[in-house]
């Protein structure tokens, strides 16, 4: 995990809440929004026009739109500890408003539960104890799915010269990430496929229901908002690569792109573009961590139980 940055989960039975917790600094922010079914918090704020530019976590949970609540609880902690935007400026006096984004899936059909402020406060502690970097069935990856098989929450990395590009993703997609014919993950055909005949004969979840694909994209280059902006957009190619279909009427595919540099400097174009198609390798491999690190569980079937 950069540096700077920390991932606490608080995983319960059947839902759960992932945070990642930029610093007292905050990390500078941006955001895409996909799918017809988002479910966020403050993503208007990070619009490159908009005035604050740094946020102090990102909140990505289950529970639908009413896990949404986690976030007054990451926020409530880290009031108490005085970290957030200072309303009157850095050196004066004055109330300080942790900016604390967020997104959620919809995993209300594998279980009851809903994650709230408590939950939420219970992840940020983690976050702030130390990194957890475990992938699979945690976090907000408690209750997920991905079109027949459980989901999970995954992690990948890459380098671009002097910068580290990574992705946070719970993979809880409409989609498929298995290709029916062949048993291979669309977004890793080279690793060892599935049984076909016995991936074809799982029952496929309820059509009605929605799902989404939410994370975000990290990095310690320098870019600016619109640039950080960019870098979401072309992340969601990574949900295109490993999900067949992405971005559907009942998906709310969602990524944040968070840069922990102190403060924009001047990145050719070139350099962005290297970013960018980081970014998408990152989260398409992250959705693959994702679902191949998942355990069965909650009426589900894991990949790992279908291969030969």
């Known amino acids: 995990m950069l540096d700077g940055m920390s991932i606490g989960h608080y995983s319960g039975t059947d839902t759960g809440v992932t945070v990642l917790y930029c610093g007292p600094g905050g990390a500078l922010g941006s955001v895409d929004v996909r799918g017809g079914g988002p479910g966020t918090r403050e993503t208007d704020l990070l619009q490159p026009h908009n005035t604050v530019e740094r946020v102090h976590a990102v909140v990505l949970a289950g529970g639908s739109a009413f896990g949404l609540a ?15 935007f200072p309303v009157f400026g850095e050196d004066k006096p004055g109330p300080r408003v942790p900016i604390v984004p967020g997104a959620v899936i919809f995993d209300l059909l594998v279980g009851p539960s809903r994650p709230g402020p408590e939950e939420g406060a219970a992840a940020l502690r983690a976050a702030l104890i130390g990194s957890d970097e475990s992938m699979g069935s945690v976090g907000a990856g408690v209750g997920a799915t991905a079109g027949k098989l459980r989901g999970g929450f995954g992690l990948a990395t890459r380098r671009v010269r002097d910068y580290e590009v990574s992705a946070a993703m719970v993979a809880n997609p409409v989609g498929e990430v298995i290709e029916p014919q062949s048993g291979r993950l669309y977004g890793a055909p080279g690793r060892t496929p599935v049984n076909a005949a016995a991936y074809r004969a799982l029952p496929h979840p309820a059509e009605s229901k929605l799902n989404t694909t939410i994370g975000a994209v990290l990095t310690d280059a320098p870019v600016t ?31 944040f792109a968070l840069s922990t540099a102190k403060r924009p400097a001047e990145l050719s174009t070139q350099v962005v573009t290297q970013l960018c198609a980081a970014a998408a390798d990152a989260v398409e491999e992250a959705i693959v961590n994702a679902v191949t690190a998942a355990n069965p569980g909650l009426g589900l079937s894991a990949y790992r139980d279908l291969l030969d």
Request: aromatic share 0%; hydrophobic share 45%.
């Open 225 to 255: 908002t619109a640039q950080a902006q960019r870098l979401a957009m072309t992340a969601h190619d990574g949900i295109a690569r490993a999900v067949r279909p992405a971005h559907s009427p009942l998906d709310g595919d969602t990524i």
């Open 70 to 84: 986690a976030a007054d609880g990451v926020m409530n902690e880290l009031a108490e500890q005085g970290i957030g």
